[in-house]
């Protein structure tokens, strides 16, 4: 697959050289309660599967993708389609991005419609669907400025921390067919 290329920031196939940035990605526990994450992953189990990236999404049932400024730069944040369901034509949306640094900055707002675009005109996707905390005041802004809309709340569906939390469940049609 060819980078997506936006105005200011591109996605791209996941590279071996990324083992570092998505060990650290999925061992902050930072961002455990939105990438559901339970348990420290070891470079061991990255490295395999950046051996297994390279099967497509008609394979592997999700895609996961880069964020990067530049094609010299090194990763920002990445960008998920997951639940891949090809006779339904839906797919689930995640998206996150290293550091607060890197946050408020556009940057997921540009990869978020990079994706949208791509899963609508090259994966022809029915739609696309977010699980979203409803406390995650800058990921609810995200997706409905995108047309996302909030169908329904899962009571108490998450607990961290020691308190359970409710999850929005966000849904874009694609109406261009």
């Not at 490295?47 to 099967?55: C, G, I, R, T």
């Not at 990763?75 to 640094?101: C, H, M, S, W, Y």
């Not at 005041?137 to 359970?164: D, R």
């Amino acid at each position: 697959m060819k980078t997506l290329k936006g105005s200011t920031i591109y996605l791209r196939a996941l590279e071996p050289n990324d083992l570092e940035f998505i060990y650290a990605i999925e061992n902050d526990q930072t961002i455990w309660e939105v990438s559901n994450t339970h348990t420290p992953y070891s470079r061991f189990l990255v490295k395999q599967y950046l051996e297994n990236a390279h099967q497509d999404i008609y394979e592997a049932k999700q895609l996961r993708l880069a964020i990067c400024k530049d094609q010299d730069f090194p990763a920002l944040g990445l960008v998920d389609l997951f639940d891949f369901d090809p006779k339904n034509n839906r797919a689930g949306v995640g998206i996150v991005l290293q550091g607060t640094e890197n946050r408020n900055q556009n940057i997921g707002s540009e990869a978020l419609e990079l994706l949208i675009e791509y899963a609508f005109s090259n994966l022809n996707l029915h739609q696309l669907y977010a699980n979203i905390g409803t406390e995650n005041v800058a990921s609810n802004a995200l997706f409905t400025k995108f047309g996302f809309e909030m169908i329904g709340v899962k009571k108490e569906w998450t607990f961290v921390k020691g308190k359970y939390k409710d999850e929005a469940l966000f849904q874009l049609i694609n109406t261009t067919f």
